[in-house]
């Protein structure tokens, strides 16, 4: 079946910091979605790509979907306390038979230092 | 709206009991997924509905049930619990399948003994 990457696994920066993190494939998707999880939360989408070279902005956080289909990126700039976390990349082949099915990454866990 | 629910929020199984994971939504969410999450991992598809009884399995449905008799609710069942099913669970809808968003409820944590 198809496999995600997601890199980095965790990530410990300081308040004011950038990240980046990205999620490969071994195929591809039509959808790549972002999403955070809280603990103990369920997983909040930040942002959904539809089409490959997009670039899609929320606030202080930025994706894009890969031009090869097989790959998105997720940046988050000047970092704040509150963005500690889980972040999850999951692509998505809409229609058909896929019936919305999403593919997950690993995760990776954000710790924020003040 | 209250959104995606989950009861228990936290169960503690022995070996070969059995147990039912409720998930109500109150979207009018026709699509309805569970998901299972294990430390380090991301989210695995145990079964999915596309509507009142129409389900499918997943990525991971050994060992487990569902039934779509509402659109409102989709509980899975655990007929004889193993340790390979302490995870913690996810209830997701969305409104149809193609336009990305799922709505997670907060999760059932399980731990098989």
């Known amino acids: 079946g198809q496999q995600l990457n997601q890199s980095p696994q965790s990530m410990f920066i300081q308040e004011g910091e950038d990240v980046s993190m990205n999620c490969t494939s071994s195929?591809?998707?039509?959808?790549w979605l972002w999403y955070k999880q809280d603990p103990g939360e369920g997983p909040v989408l930040l942002i959904a790509l539809y089409k490959a070279g997009e670039l899609t902005s929320n606030g202080r956080l930025t994706a894009q979907f890969g031009i090869t289909r097989k790959d998105s990126f997720l940046n988050i700039s000047a970092s704040i306390p509150s963005d500690v976390g889980i972040y999850f990349c999951a692509g998505q082949n809409a229609g058909g038979t896929s019936y919305g099915k999403l593919t997950f990454g690993q995760g990776t866990i954000l710790t924020v230092h003040p | 709206n209250a959104g995606v629910t989950q009861t228990p929020k936290f169960r503690i199984l022995k070996i070969g009991q059995s147990m039912t994971l409720q998930c109500t939504q109150d979207?009018?969410?026709?699509?309805m997924y569970w998901y299972r999450q294990d430390p380090g991992m991301g989210l695995k598809l145990i079964y999915y509905?596309?509507?009142?009884?129409?389900?499918d399995k997943g990525e991971v449905p050994n060992g487990y049930n569902v039934s779509r008799s509402t659109t409102e609710d989709f509980p899975l069942r655990l007929e004889l619990a193993a340790p390979s099913q302490t995870s913690v669970y996810f209830c997701?809808?969305?409104?149809?399948?193609?336009?990305?968003?799922?709505?997670f409820g907060p999760g059932t944590r399980l731990l098989v003994l």
């Open positions: 509905s596309v509507g009142a009884g129409i389900t």
């Open positions: 997701a809808s969305s409104l149809t399948s193609g336009v990305g968003t799922q709505y």
């Open positions: 979207m009018n969410h026709n699509y």
């Open positions: 195929s591809i998707f039509n959808t």
